[in-house]
């Protein structure tokens, strides 16, 4: 399925590709797969960039720097590393942090970013986001009572699709929402059952303008929305 999906995305990039073309990717499992399993891409471009701080174990392989390097390779560009963390430990750290010289470059970068590459999870599911020891009981908790169900580069979502603000949101070093939004190619690549509602959620916030999945999670989200 994964190689699949892969092959959809490299036809996409060959599309819509151009040489000054920079691309962001999030993380997780289906990005990193999907990566490993893309084939090259005919048409170069600039780099590619972590959309996000660094989270999770570099040993998984879903360390958002190495995703990002393994899609560069693919691309025949230059990968950006943002060595950033991805959750600081207080809103006062995030303005130190995101102050700095070295991450003030790679927000420049951002802006220049056409092109997104990210997934979403549900707040419930054993993923990549909730096994990875990245959040505690107590902040999934805060997050979960403010309405979010879902989410997707550590923006939070509700079940139709509106963000969901919270404490933690302020803590955290990534694209945000509202900056994703902004550009011209979001390409949102999940699949699976645990996926449909999910990615439903992130249908209705219109933040994708294009969906790879697998043809199974494409019927079960027809048949899930013509029974709303």
């Known amino acids: 399925i994964y190689s699949g999906m892969a092959r959809q995305l490299c036809m996409l990039l ?7 073309s920079i691309v962001g990717v999030s993380w997780g499992d289906t990005l990193r797969v999907m ?3 893309m084939p090259p891409v ?3 471009c600039q780099g590619v960039v972590p959309i996000i701080g660094a989270v999770g174990e570099i040993e998984t392989g879903i360390f958002p720097n190495r995703i990002a390097d393994a899609y560069s390779q693919k691309l025949r560009s230059h990968a950006y590393l943002v060595n950033t963390p991805g959750l600081v430990d207080s809103i006062e750290t995030k303005k130190l942090v995101t102050a700095d010289t070295s991450f003030s470059k790679i927000a420049a ?11 979403i999870s549900s707040l419930r ?4 986001i909730s096994g990875g020891d990245i959040f505690t009981k107590d902040q999934w908790s805060e997050v979960e009572s403010a309405g979010a169900s879902v989410t997707t580069n550590f923006n939070f979502l509700d079940k139709e699709g509106a963000e969901v603000k919270t404490k933690l949101s302020k803590r955290i070093v990534n694209l945000s929402y509202h900056e994703m939004k902004k550009k011209e190619h979001r390409v949102l690549a999940s699949s699976g059952n645990d996926k449909v509602q999910p990615i439903l959620s992130a249908l209705k916030s219109e933040l994708p303008t294009v969906l790879i999945t697998d043809l199974k999670t494409a019927r079960s989200l027809i048949n899930k929305q013509n029974k709303l």
């Open 35 to 37: 990566a490993e399993s």
């Open 109 to 119: 970068i951002w802006k220049k970013v056409s092109i997104i590459l990210f997934s």
């Open 14 to 20: 060959d599309r819509v590709l151009a040489p000054k």
């Open 125 to 128: 599911k054993a993923t990549s």
């Open 42 to 44: 005919k048409r170069p």
